[in-house]
Antibody
């Protein structure tokens, strides 16, 4: 069974940093593109970032470019999102999702990031 | 950037009746050389992550009931639930994976009338 488990969320002040992790199991992690998608409270889904299977290629939404960094450790079956210079508008549930090439076929339960003073 | 617009924003349908949700993209998501529309539909219930229902605009994900169907091509797409069940109450999102930044519709909230 495919499982994606996010962790690392929490309360942080504006300008602060957090690193999210997504532990994957039940599939060959190193074969898949992986993505981060966020959802502000009561709002819709917003794609944040993606990384290819071997970690050599990354893409970001303009809203996080230069502040967030996606990475992965295929030996540990884990995806990361380093978030710096956090803003109030970054408050959201952050989901990691598997991207087989036709949408996002598996999602984690999400981790809540709250940016507030 | 491709903007996805869903209609309606909310919908109330009687049990057993048909529900139809529309999605329009600001530019075509049809990859002509592959003859595939890079369009997916998700269902999200309260407190849960989204669940993939349909991809390539009309291919049902494994395990999704056949009352869910997708149609359309180019810029106009439809998700149809042929006979609404109580467990279908959720928010539904369309999503284009044709080009980055990937984007989602704003969501359609489906309720029971």
């Amino acid at each position: 069974e495919v499982q994606l488990v996010e962790s690392g969320g929490g309360l942080v002040q504006p300008g602060g940093s957090l690193r999210l992790s997504c532990a994957a199991s039940g599939f060959t992690f190193s074969s898949y593109w992986m993505h981060w998608v966020r959802q502000a409270p009561g709002k819709g889904l917003v794609w944040v970032s993606r990384m290819n299977s071997d970690g050599s290629s990354t893409t970001y939404a303009d809203s996080v470019k230069g502040r967030f960094t996606i990475s992965r450790d295929n030996a540990k079956n884990t995806l990361y999102l380093q978030m710096n210079s956090l803003r109030v508008e970054d408050t959201a549930v952050y989901y990691c999702a598997r991207g087989p090439g036709w949408g996002f076929d598996n999602w984690g339960q999400g981790t809540l990031v709250t940016v507030s003073s | 950037d491709i903007v996805m617009t869903q209609s309606p924003d909310s919908l109330a349908v009687s049990l057993g009746e048909r529900a139809t949700i529309n999605c329009k993209s600001s530019q075509s998501v049809l990859y002509s050389s592959k003859n595939k529309n890079y369009l997916a539909w998700y269902q999200q219930k309260p407190g849960q992550p989204p669940k993939l229902l349909i991809y390539w605009a009309s291919t049902r994900e494994f395990g999704v009931p056949d009352r869910f169907s997708g149609s359309g091509s180019g810029t106009d797409f439809t998700l149809t639930i042929s006979s609404l069940q109580a467990e279908d109450v959720a928010v539904y999102y369309c999503h284009q994976y044709y080009s980055t930044p990937y984007s989602f519709g704003q969501g359609t909230k489906l309720e029971i009338k």
